[in-house]
Antibody, heavy 121, light 106 residues
Framework: QLHLQESGPGLVKPSATLSLTCTVS??????????WAWLRQSPRKGLEWIGYIYYSGITYYNTYLKSRVAISVDTSENQFSLKLSSVTAGDSGVYYC?????????????WGQGRLVTVSS | DIQMTQSPASLSASVGDRVIINCRAS??????VNWFQHKPGNAPKFLIY???TLESGVPSRFSGSGSGTDFTLAISSLQPEDSATYYC?????????FGLGTKVEI
């Protein structure tokens, strides 16, 4: 059973870059079973898919965030990361990392507990 | 983008009650709907995929149905531990989108 845990700053200044890391335990990330995903939740927008990355490094992003998002993976450290640039107050919320399984499942199957990030000066 | 509209936004029911949560998609999405349970402070829990297939380990009192644009999550006999917010999500196409949630109170 995979366990995912988000980490990173809980407070980010406007116009700065938000950076979060997800540490995966209970299995190897060097597998073609999962995509490694980031999502976020805010009172204004609800739950929102940010994007995901395959172990090979191929990325897929939500078109609304694509110009500001970068997701990377380090399978040797069993971690993957999110960077969101030029943040505003609208980027505040709880950020989740999760696994995406394709095929017949096509769902986010395991989630972290979430990391609350506030954008404020 | 495909909009997912859930109803009701919240409900209150008693232990043993049958509970129905509705989810409507803004366009036909075949059976590509997933359901999640979320309790405050916990990781969201994956319940159902493909509109009606229970994830391994999910109690059989949970069931899902629907296709096209209208979907339901049912809890046949509500238990105290089912108090949570439930979300539907479409996996038909990116960007994947979620409903705003239904808060179930016991």
């Amino acid at each position: 059973q995979l366990h995912l845990q988000e980490s990173g700053p809980g407070l980010v200044k406007p116009s700065a870059t938000l950076s979060l890391t997800c540490t995966v335990s209970g299995g190897s990330m060097n597998t073609n079973t999962f995509y490694w995903a980031w999502l976020r939740q805010s009172p204004r927008k609800g739950l929102e898919w940010i994007g995901y990355i395959y172990y090979s490094g191929i990325t897929y992003y939500n078109t609304y965030l694509k110009s500001r998002v970068a997701i990377s993976v380090d399978t040797s450290e069993n971690q993957f990361s999110l960077k969101l640039s030029s943040v505003t107050a609208g980027d505040s919320g709880v950020y989740y990392c999760a696994t995406w399984v394709g095929g017949t499942t096509r769902s986010f199957t395991s989630w972290g507990q979430g990391r609350l990030v506030t954008v404020s000066s | 983008d495909i909009q997912m509209t859930q109803s009701p936004a919240s409900l209150s029911a008693s232990v043993g009650d049958r509970v129905i949560i509705n989810c409507r998609a803004s366009q036909s999405i075949s059976n590509h709907v997933n359901w999640f349970q979320h309790k405050p402070g916990n990781a969201p829990k994956f319940l159902i995929y493909g509109a009606s297939t229970l994830e391994s380990g999910v109690p059989s009192r949970f069931s899902g149905s629907g296709s096209g644009t209208d979907f339901t999550l049912a809890i046949s006999s509500l238990q105290p531990e089912d108090s949570a917010t439930y979300y539907c999500q479409q996996s038909y196409t990116t960007p994947y989108t979620f409903g705003l949630g239904t808060k179930v109170e016991i």
